[in-house]
């Protein structure tokens, strides 16, 4: 909590530590009421300082009992301790350092450090929770080598696990259970981790390329023991794929990841103990949606990819966090692309990024993908350090090619191997082994705000040129008035009458690897640049930013023509679907103005004529089909309409207009497919069948949403489905297009089915906070006092809260401000509870620039949030970072 005003903590600031610790020795008694931890601290003054400095450790919410140096206890007098160091003026050069503290880790509702989850010990120590369990050099420059001794009440918890391998097991004199671990590879405290509870394991085993075999286990309360399979499935997947593609292997003889309910985010990638929340290890047909199953096999595999990028070379300083993260969400998604469909996994990513990381790149909490500076580094595990960090990592793959980006990608694993290193690091690497430049494209780290990319054109027929002119641009952002060009690897094709023409770029010499082909990538790198295609026998439609290239807007004025044009025939999965987005939003919003000028809404046959098509062609892919028949996000149209411009209401009331016209002209189709799609049979996770029950489910949505008879349809689909993902769908149809008679008895058998599954009770409070019904406040209030809600748990939290504020935007704007009321009342609870949620549950308040009529409303809410006493670091930092 705040006693002063928190301030910045900047990059340019670093300084590698006066002191090195080679080997920390730890022991910890887990008891009833306290935790005593003891530590050994082999330090080091750093061979590259001059004098001697005093030793600075980090530590907080802590109660220091006793501190030596080398078996002598310090008098009072030769420390001092603050509310978050202990400063030891006079250390020698070499010495061991042991400090005996202790915690409550019972009370500790942060969810960082030590904590309890149910029964069971746990930690977090990602970025800065180590010094809540010890005083310690709390940064990740600082490498050590742990052995870590833990003693506990063997009935209590019989299970003691920590990073390494398992060195030696006893029972003492007292009865209690003591294990030590060792893990022989130097890591930083965020990558130290502790277990202890009454839990069981899952077991299987992995042979290394190089033959060595580890052990896997998957740990967890008893009751889920049948919930492992699909993520130690999605492990050994992960695992031959990184050898393969990465040529990373695995480097110890066990793999430990065990399941918590409470936990901040979604897993975390501590060395060979990874912890995962819940809701991304877990899996049952019953609990667990499509989503879910694809979700949880990504997670797993980032946080084991992680095992190279991240633990074997981390991050110099928190400033690079994007280092390991970016690198790693790049790698996990090529994982998942390979695994399933790759236009598919590409065009949910850019959705994603569309939504949450431009809107963020666009608002006040916008930074780089390497911060120059932060309050609270927990406020920056952001979609622009991950997703806008992994977009960055793609254009270097894309700009080096698959056999230079993987000379590159060995180099930096060879070179750092081991070390605590930087963004500047990874870059050099991929330099060296490619000979690429990438002088410029480092502007991509530095700089914040989502660049625009303009495009017009113009053909010649009488000579056979068609033109490309590009210029771009990127708005201002906190901190960054001006910006400079970026390189943006732009590939593209031509669509002519009959499919894509073959290119030939003036300039580019003829050779057999460039005549005749039909994709470029062109290397945008200046404010404006011109490229002339010859020998074009026809005016094409240019198919651009294939594959979503760069992560920039792009500005071209498509006709609706063209757009048709590109969706029903170009080469390119992930430009046929950003066309049907183009379509929808150019749709939508001219029924917007059609009802705003009070004409009635009418939806361009052209949209119609072209979702039907998709409908109908059978060699379509499902999954794809239903991502292109997705209309655009109401969010997402908000964050279009520009700031001071999004009307929630008329957005809310032109989109629905569209998705009735189409339930409506369309549903002899819909039906059809709805019906020919139903999967018999038993519920596997596969390609197929998650394609075939994403459709299905699109259609029953656009048919129930355009005629109530077709609620029967989902009545019974929830009454027959014997998975999550078709129970949930038919309920969340019932729930947003039907009157209370349809959907209260469904809600309450949901409720009384499920009741005893935490992860099936979290999706009832997010589809009811989702409704769109005006009652919707009322009833989040409610379902804020039911047994099922806790406000401890951040799964809980972000289901209803979470789900109301970020996915119900016509009720969360109501023009009485009752939706901002309730995130703000929720968030003034959370900041003595869990600062890190509370801080993240307010994003949607900080986007009050864009809601025409909303602004005061939204910042005043802000205000009373920074008027409170006791505000954490992160909400303080949100908070007014987005009132200034
Ligand atoms: N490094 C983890 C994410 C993570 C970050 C912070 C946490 O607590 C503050 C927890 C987990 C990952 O990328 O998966
Ligand atoms: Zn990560």
Known sequence: ?????????????????????????????????????????????????????????????????????????????????????????????????????????????????????????????????????????????????????????????????????????????????????????????????????????????????????????????????????????????????????????????????????????????????????TSCVLCDPDITTDQGYQRVESIVAHEYFHNWSGNRVTCRDWFQLSLKEGFTVFRDAEFSADMGSRTVKRVEDVSLLRTAQFTEDAGPMAHPVRPDSYIEINNFYTATVYEKG??????????????????????????????????????????????????????????????????????????????????????????????????????????????????????????????????????????????????????????????????????????????????????????????????????????????????????????LAACAQLLEDATLDPAMVAEMLTLPSENYLAELAGEGAADVEAIHAARRAVQQAIGRELAGPLLARYRELEVTGDYAPSGEQIAARSLRNLCLGYLAGADAQHLALAAGQFAAADNLTDRLAALRVLACHGSEADWQQPLSRFYSDWQHEALAVNHWLTTQAMMPDAGVIARVRELMQHPAFDLRNPNKVRSLVGGFAGHNPLNFHRADGEGYRLLREAVAELNGINPQIAARLLAPLTRWRYYRGRADLMRAELEKLAGMEDLSPDVYEVVTKSLQ
Request: hydrophobic share 35%.
């Open 390 to 607: 992994a977009e960055v990592v793609r254009m270097i793959h894309t700009l080096l090619g698959p056999e230079r980006f993987r000379s590159g990608s060995d180099l930096y694993f060879q070179r750092h191997d081991g070390q605590a290193v930087t963004c500047e690091d990874f870059l050099c690497a991929m330099e060296d082994a490619s000979g690429v430049d990438l002088t410029q494209f480092r502007r991509w780290y530095a700089q914040a705000g989502t660049p625009q990319l303009r495009v017009r054109d113009r053909y010649d027929a009488d000579a056979r040129t068609y033109t490309l002119e590009f210029s771009q641009s990127c708005p201002p952002t906190p901190g960054q008035p001006q910006k400079q060009p970026v390189v943006i690897p732009c590939a593209m094709g031509l669509l002519g009458d009959a499919g894509n023409l073959p290119l030939r770029l003036r300039g580019e010499p003829v050779d057999a690897e460039t005549a005749d082909n039909t994709h470029r990538v062109l290397i945008i790198d200046q404010p404006s640049q011109e490229f002339v295609f010859e020998n074009v026998a026809e005016r094409p439609v240019p198919s651009l930013l294939r594959g979503f290239s760069a992560p920039v807007r792009l500005d071209y004025p498509y006709s609706r023509e063209a757009l048709c044009q590109l969706m029903s025939r170009d080469d390119d999965g992930f430009v046929r679907w950003d066309s049907a987005q183009t379509l929808a939003v150019q749709v939508i919003s001219e029924v917007q103005e059609q009802l705003a000028t009070g004409q009635a809404a009418s939806v361009d046959d052209m949209l």
């Open 1 to 277: 909590m705040r006693d002063a005003t928190p301030g910045a903590i900047y990059l340019a600031d670093y300084r590698a530590p006066d002191f090195l610790i080679n080997r920390t020795e730890l022991h910890f008694h887990l008891g009833e009421e306290e935790t005593i931890v003891t530590s050994r601290l082999h330090l080091l003054r750093s061979c590259e300082v001059d004098g001697t400095p005093p030793l600075v450790l980090n530590g907080q919410d802590m109660e220091l009992l006793q501190v030596s140096i080398d078996n002598e206890p310090l008098a009072p007098e030769a420390f001092e301790v603050n509310d978050d160091t202990l400063v030891i003026a006079d250390v020698p050069e070499q010495c061991v350092l042991s400090c005996r503290t202790r915690i409550r880790p019972q009370d500790n509702t942060s969810l960082e450090g030590l904590y309890r989850s149910h029964s069971m010990y746990c930690t977090q120590c990602e970025a800065e929770g180590f010094r809540k369990i010890t005083y310690y050099l709390d940064r990740p420059d600082v490498m050590s080598v742990f052995t870590v001794t833990i003693e506990a009440d063997p009935d209590q918890f019989p299970v003691l696990l920590s990073n390494g391998n398992l060195f030696a097991s006893t029972t003492l004199d007292n009865g209690l259970q003591q294990v030590t671990w060792h893990d022989p590879f130097p890591k930083p405290s965020y990558l130290f981790a502790l277990v202890a509870g009454d839990l069981e394991h899952v077991e299987d085993t992995f042979t290394t390329a190089g033959g060595r075999e580890v052990t896997l286990r998957i740990y967890v309360e008893p009751k889920d023991l049948g919930k492992c399979a699909h993520a130690m499935d999605s492990l050994k997947r992960s695992m031959r794929w990184d050898e393969e593609v990465f040529g990373r292997e695995y480097d110890l003889d066990i793999f430990n990841v065990v399941a918590v309910d409470d936990f901040n985010m979604g897993a975390m990638e501590n060395k060979s103990l990874n912890i995962f929340n």
